[in-house]
């Protein structure tokens, strides 16, 4: 970046020499003012998960749902149509139902896994879907996504933020716009709320201004904080899936369990990290819940630590009822984030809490 800053340091304010130093902020080429316009840090975190992407161009955001918003905004104006999947993460679906349709813009919800193309109208612009889905980790044809944006001429939107780069990398397919929720695997740690969206340099200057003008910029301490837990990504998520393999494979043989939703293929890295279990039939979910010991009841996911999310009481409670039991979002399903912890402790503490709530 043109004033030479080093990101080991976290950069609040940007000192300007004089008037016509202000006047080069304005007409000169892009450098940094005020942190809600641009700043060091979070500039380096947008580019740091662009590059892991393979994207030319990253900006990093307040949140998951704040990058969603300015990605969304970059493509769709009032009037435009976006088709987006029906299994979206709850807040996801908050956002879009509650809020874009405020703004004129209509959107529908539908299975990504019939018939696309029946739903298109005139005044689609954008298909909206995750990689794999939370939480009943459904991996998208993303293949087939951009085939009949093609046809139509729509742009594209990925949440990958269960897969990762590690595993997935929509832009390198044909995605337009690639977003992620940094608050989980790409910080790792559970100490941050952030978010990154990558794509081609058109789209992401327009997504940067929609964030300068909504102030929905990353405060720098988390970007750097961010970063640093970015350095490891690729070990993290080596374990992660290693760790999540081997759960899946034991939870589904307890008898306890009348479901484990878990990937049948990602990709050549690996299935990804977080297992589904739907344990409504054959056991109590309450005594499963309290039973958990070490392991964390949690409303978020992807930390280094094993956690367990309720998704019919946290982040798929505002899905309406319908869609709820259309997808199979029941009364005993349970997402586990499977953390990095030596994978027996794992194992044994779940089988317990299984033993304790069979019914
Ligand atoms: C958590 C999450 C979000 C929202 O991210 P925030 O950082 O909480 O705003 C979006 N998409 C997915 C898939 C998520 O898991």
Redesign the pocket.
């Given at each position: 970046m043109g004033q030479g800053f080093d990101t080991k340091s976290v950069h609040i304010t940007m000192k300007r020499n004089d008037l016509e130093d202000i006047e080069n902020f304005y007409t000169g080429e892009r450098d940094y003012l005020y942190t809600r316009v641009g700043n060091p840090n979070t500039d380096e975190l947008g580019q740091a998960v662009a590059d892991l992407e393979e994207a030319p161009a990253g900006i990093a955001t307040s949140?998951?749902?704040?990058?969603?918003m300015a990605g969304i905004l970059s493509i769709v104006k009032s009037g435009d149509h976006v088709l987006a999947s029906h299994d979206?993460?709850g807040?996801?679906y908050e956002l879009l139902a509650n809020e874009l349709t405020g703004f004129g813009i209509e959107v529908s919800f539908v299975s990504f896994e019939e018939d696309l193309e029946q739903h298109i109208q005139s005044n689609t612009v954008l298909l909206y879907t995750?990689s794999i889905t939370?939480p009943l980790l459904r991996v998208e044809n993303l293949t087939k996504v951009i085939e009949i944006a093609k046809k139509y001429q729509l742009k594209t939107m990925v949440?990958n933020?269960?897969a990762t780069p590690y595993l997935v990398r929509p832009y390198t397919l044909g995605i337009d716009l690639v977003?992620h929720?940094?608050?989980?695997y790409i910080g790792g740690h559970s100490d941050i709320?952030?978010?990154v969206l990558v794509g081609n340099d058109d789209l992401i200057a327009k997504a940067r201004q929609k964030c300068v003008n909504l102030g929905s910029n990353l405060s720098p301490f988390e970007a750097w904080l961010t970063v640093r837990g970015l350095k490891t990504l690729a070990v993290r998520m080596e374990r992660h899936v290693r760790n999540a393999e081997k759960v899946a494979k034991a939870l589904e043989a307890h008898p306890a369990v009348d479901r484990v939703y878990y990937p049948e293929y990602v990709s050549e890295q690996g299935k990804g990290a977080i297992v589904t279990i739907d344990i409504t039939e054959n056991a109590d979910i309450k005594t499963f819940l309290q039973s958990l010991g070490w392991i964390k009841i949690v409303a978020?996911?992807?930390g280094v630590e094993t956690t367990v999310s309720y998704p019919l009481g946290t982040?798929h409670r505002s899905l309406p009822k319908k869609t709820q039991e259309k997808l199979g979002i029941t009364e005993g399903l349970i997402r586990i984030s499977i953390g990095i912890e030596d994978v027996e402790d794992i194992i044994s503490t779940l089988n317990h809490a299984l033993d304790n709530a069979k019914k």
């Open positions: 949140s998951g749902l704040s990058a969603i979206l993460y807040g996801t995750e939370n949440d933020t269960f977003v929720s940094a608050t989980k709320t952030a978010g978020t996911l992807a982040s």
